[in-house]
């Protein structure tokens, strides 16, 4: 009997590994289709330093995710024409936007039955699970806060088989949402004119 157990349970969890590709994500509200091409170039250009902090849902600091994300983060600036130079760290002589990154959403034992429910039915009985993005960033000149600008998303996720035409991985949905709220997060700087050299 308890070999039986043993067995019924490797299977059932062969499933689930089977089936955990049978998701689709969706970005919960409609992204910005900006890009940094389209910012406008503030001249002269002004060094800025980044730094990120991301959150996991018990409010830690996850040092991984915030040294990945600062790493894209800097190579995007870099590649927007925007400043002279992108540097990581803090300065109080100068430019610096400070990204904060939090995330919520459906709780992770509510996530893993869902995918259960999904596996155990071959992927016919589709559930969601939702993931929540808070995104603030804060622009400083001089050691002074100009102004904070807040923005979120979420990542819905169907796990069904019927839906994966239609979606795309949540990782990559997830990347999208991050990426669109830092364009977002530039513009409104930028049309504020808070990029510019101040006195």
Same mark, same amino acid.
Request: charged fraction near 20%; include cysteine; aromatic fraction near 10%.
């Given at each position: ?9 490797? @299977?059932?969890? $062969? ?7 049978? /998701? #689709? %994500? ?5 992204? =910005? ?16 330093f980044v730094s990120v902090s ?11 995710? @915030?040294?990945? $994300? ?7 600036? /870099? #590649? %927007? ?5 992108? =540097? ?112």
């Open positions: 009997m308890e070999l039986k157990r043993i067995s019924v349970a490797c @299977s059932m969890v $062969f499933c689930l590994f089977v089936f955990s590709g049978c /998701a #689709a %994500s969706f970005p919960g509200k409609d992204l =910005s289709n900006l890009n940094y091409n389209q910012l406008v170039v503030t001249t002269p250009k002004r060094p800025v991301v959150f996991n849902r018990d409010n830690t600091l996850n040092l991984g995710a @915030s040294a990945i $994300f600062k790493e894209k983060l800097e190579r995007d600036l /870099a #590649a %927007s024409n925007l400043f002279s130079s992108v =540097s990581s760290g803090s300065t109080t002589t100068g430019l610096q936007l400070k990204y904060t990154i939090e995330t919520d959403g459906t709780p992770a034992v509510v996530a893993r039955l869902a995918g259960m429910v999904s596996g155990f039915t071959f992927g016919l009985i589709p559930t969601h699970v939702t993931d929540e993005y808070f995104m603030s960033v804060e622009a400083w000149d001089n050691g002074k806060l100009l102004k904070k600008y807040d923005f979120d998303n979420s990542t819905g996720t169907w796990i069904s088989i019927f839906m994966i035409p239609f979606g795309d991985k949540a990782g990559k949905v997830t990347d999208r949402i991050l990426d669109d709220m830092s364009i977002q997060a530039l513009s409104a700087i930028s049309n504020d004119k808070l990029l510019a050299t101040t006195n």
